[in-house]
C-alpha cells in the first residue's frame, strides 16, 4: 500500500486491509485474516486462540507491537545477573543506550558482540524481547521491561515470558525501535479456503 513519504499520500478513510493467500498452483486467492491499522489483528477469533494455546498471560497475541531496529553498535550489550518481579538486574552497569523506550533482547549463554553475531541471535525462539521502561545505574543495575501503551514485557517467541530461561549467564542487547514498521506475535493462518478475492469483491 502507497503511503508516500512520513504517510503524507496516505488515505486516512483505510482502516482496515484484508491479507489474502494464494497457495502454489492455485487460481484463486483465498482471504486469511483483515487487519486493523490501527490495532492489528486484536479482533481475530484466531489470534485469540493462539493466545490461549500459547498460554499467554498477556490479554492478546494480536496487537501491533514495536519492532526492533537496526543492532549496530558492538558496544550495547551487558551480562545479566538475577531476575526478581519481571526487572532484570545486569551484571554491570548498562550502557548509555540502554535508555527508555529502547528494544531490549536477552539471550541465555550468549558471549556475541559485533552486528554480525548478534543478528542471528534475534530470530531463535528463546530469545526474549521487550521494551525499556526504565533502567537504573550503580549500584542496582536494574533495567525493567515496559508495560502499557505501545510496550510489551520481555516475551519470547511462544509468549512465555519469565519462564523462558533463568537469566544468570544470559546476555541483554539493546537497539532502538524501528519507526518504519510494527510487528505481532500471531501469525494469521486458517487455511479454510471459505471466501476468495473474487467472490468478495466480483472482481477477477
Known amino acids: 500500500m502507497h503511503t508516500g513519504s512520513s504517510l503524507a499520500d496516505f488515505n486516512k478513510r483505510i482502516t482496515g486491509i484484508n491479507i489474502y493467500w494464494k ?24 489470534s485469540e486462540l493462539a493466545n490461549k494455546t500459547l498460554t499467554s498471560t498477556a490479554s492478546n497475541n494480536g496487537k501491533w507491537i514495536p519492532c526492533l531496529g537496526v543492532y549496530s553498535s558492538t558496544n550495547s550489550f551487558v551480562n545479566a545477573f538475577a531476575e526478581s518481579n519481571s526487572v532484570i538486574r545486569a551484571a554491570s552497569t548498562p550502557p548509555a543506550n540502554f535508555t527508555a523506550d529502547n528494544i531490549v533482547f536477552m539471550a541465555k549463554g550468549q558471549t556475541a558482540s559485533s552486528t554480525a ?38 516475551v519470547n517467541h511462544r509468549n512465555e515470558g519469565s519462564d523462558a530461561f533463568t537469566v544468570s549467564g544470559a546476555r541483554l542487547y539493546a537497539t532502538t525501535a524501528s519507526t518504519t514498521k510494527v510487528a505481532t506475535w500471531y501469525i494469521p493462518y486458517d487455511g479454510l479456503k471459505l471466501a476468495t478475492y473474487n467472490s468478495l469483491t466480483g472482481r477477477v
Open 23 to 46: 497457495p502454489e498452483d492455485d487460481i484463486d486467492w483465498y482471504l486469511v485474516s483483515t487487519v486493523d491499522i490501527d490495532n492489528g489483528f486484536k479482533d481475530s477469533a484466531l
Open 117 to 154: 553475531d548478534v543478528f542471528p541471535i534475534i530470530g531463535k525462539t528463546g530469545t526474549r524481547i521487550g521494551n525499556i521502561r526504565s533502567v537504573a545505574g550503580s549500584p542496582d543495575n536494574e533495567v525493567t521491561p515496559g508495560f502499557g501503551v505501545n510496550t510489551i514485557g520481555m
